[in-house]
């Protein structure tokens, strides 16, 4: 069985730059998850999908931070414009009670 | 603010030892217990769950949960170098899916 998948692997912006992350969940996952690690820290649930819509994204930054689930599989999770304080590792994870996490975006913003 | 705690070691274990990893949680509604691995530069991986009071073995891996003192740990027994890794408890409230991390306890085996 596949698992997570996620690009970029790694991502250099400046800082106000834009950028964009994509997931695909492990098929037949109804439920998608986006994380945020900073150094140091345990994963932040950002934003959780039931198929396409949006469980919660209560820790979402949406003044900056947007995303979508598009047929209920692939997501895209954007951030624009960036802060230094935005690097991080996002984390794709799929699954219910258990999740399963995709290799993760390591962004740096400069 | 639901919170997770863990000790965020290092701890040093020598090889062949039991490394215990603790976690107390301070919502009394957390239903879904979790431990995950997490080797430097890689994502976090599922080893443990555990859902009911008492003990859960999986192999060198036996998770203990104590919800009435909201505490719950990890034993690996025979510890090896490729158990060296960083820990995240997890937890999750009755009903949701949604995981709440600890920052994770780093454990090093020493050969």
């Known amino acids: 069985e596949a698992g997570v998948a996620q690009s970029p692997r790694y991502k250099i912006i400046e800082k106000r730059q834009s950028v964009a992350f994509w997931c695909n969940p492990i098929?037949?996952?109804?439920?998608l998850y986006w994380y945020q690690q900073i150094l140091g820290q345990g994963p932040k649930l950002l934003i959780q999908?039931?198929?396409?819509?949006?469980?919660?994204d209560s820790q979402l930054p949406k003044d900056r931070f947007s995303a979508e689930r598009l047929k209920g599989v692939d997501s895209t999770l954007k951030i624009q414009p960036a802060k230094l304080e935005d690097s991080a590792v996002y984390l794709c994870?799929?699954?219910?009670?258990?999740?399963?996490f995709g290799p993760g975006t390591r962004l740096t913003v400069t | 603010q639901k919170e997770v705690e863990q000790n965020s070691g290092p701890l040093s274990v020598p090889e062949g030892a039991i490394a215990s990893l603790n976690c107390t949680y301070s919502?009394?509604?957390?239903?879904?217990f979790f431990w995950y691995r997490q080797y430097s530069g890689k994502s976090p991986e599922l080893i443990m769950s555990?859902?009911?009071?008492g003990d859960k073995e999986d192999g060198r891996f036996t998770a203990q949960l104590n919800k009435a003192s909201q505490y719950v740990s990890l034993l690996i027994r025979d510890s090896q170098p490729s158990d060296s890794a960083t820990y995240l408890c997890?937890?999750?409230?009755?009903?949701?899916?949604?995981?709440?991390f600890g920052k994770g306890t780093k454990l090093s085996v020493i050969p």
């Open positions: 555990i859902y009911s009071n």
């Open positions: 098929s037949g996952h109804a439920t």
């Open positions: 999908f039931q198929n396409n819509g949006v469980v919660d």
């Open positions: 994870a799929s699954g219910g009670y258990e999740q399963y």
């Open positions: 919502d009394r509604g957390s239903q879904s």
């Open positions: 997890a937890v999750s409230r009755a009903g949701s899916y949604q995981l709440t």
